[in-house]
């Protein structure tokens, strides 16, 4: 039990189980569009995450020997590495550099698979996501993946045997927020792996709306990296996640068409 569970007897007890290893905090963060590693580092400390996504095409983290390294700021000894194939746009492209990805970390087996349609919309490709997320299966990598908002697809992507299914809730960067909170619904109904929401957060309400609907986690990267004071924007996302799940886990009241009167009437004086 950790010690905040100790300290606060609402804190979740248990937590966000990946692959096989449990994580305290339940928002994931990416790497990217920070102004240096310094401010990397501190707003990644200041959300709490323990998972850090990583885009092998455009941070180094050991391709180049001669330049800084993410790995410098975000150690592998404190934080789990992600790496995502964001920028390709095939199958093919996608395997191979979480291929070279494995190489670079000595073998890690968790990665983050996408594979975009266009460099305009950045929505999943999904027939070439479901053929790069069959091979990377079959090679032994524990497979998260990106994909759209569709229950059908989702289930396939679960039955190929990944790990977990990371549907957007708006477009990569468009801070719109969930747009579509039936078509989640329902991917979190039928899915027996987790489900988090991945793209199109905008602000720390719209992350714990996507935890109040029941996901098991939030990954973002612009909503926090874009902010004006990003290390405050980290913080408050941690607590919007942790609210989320607090108040999910709770179980909320029924929406009604009518007034319900919060004092009880009956017994009443007068």
């Known amino acids: 039990m950790s010690t905040e569970t100790q300290s606060n007897p609402y804190a979740e007890a248990s937590g966000l189980t990946i692959a096989g290893k449990t994580y305290r905090s339940r928002l994931l963060v990416g790497s990217g569009k920070y102004k240096d590693l310094e401010e990397t580092r501190v707003a990644t400390e200041a959300s709490g995450a323990e998972i850090i996504t990583v885009a092998i095409r ?39 550099t979480l291929q070279l990805a494995r190489e670079l970390l000595n073998g890690h087996k968790l990665v983050k698979l996408e594979v975009l349609g266009d460099p305009k919309s950045l929505f999943p490709n999904m027939p070439e996501t479901l053929k790069a997320a069959e091979t990377l299966v079959k090679d032994g990598f524990d497979v998260m993946v990106y994909c759209s908002d569709d229950p059908i697809q989702a289930k396939m992507l679960e039955e190929i045997g990944c790990v977990a299914v ?14 579509n909170p039936w078509n989640l619904s329902l991917i979190i109904e039928q899915a027996k792996v987790p489900v988090l929401v991945d793209a199109g957060v905008g602000t720390a309400s719209d992350a714990a709306i996507a935890m109040e609907l029941g996901c098991d986690g939030v990954l973002m990267n612009t909503a926090i990296a874009g902010a004006r004071d990003p290390v405050r924007m980290a913080y408050a996302m941690r607590l919007a996640v942790e609210a989320g799940r607090a108040a999910f886990l709770a ?11 919060s004092s009880p009437t009956a017994g009443r004086v007068a």
């Open 58 to 96: 455009r941070v180094n983290i050991g391709q180049d020997p001669n330049a800084p390294s993410l790995l410098d700021a975000v150690p592998p000894s404190r934080f789990t590495i992600l790496p995502n194939t964001a920028g390709c746009y095939n199958a093919t492209d996608a395997v191979y």
């Open 166 to 179: 990371m549907p957007l809730a708006s477009l990569i960067g468009s801070g719109m927020g969930i747009l």
């Open 251 to 261: 179980g909320r009241i029924p929406k009604r068409f009518a007034a319900s009167p």
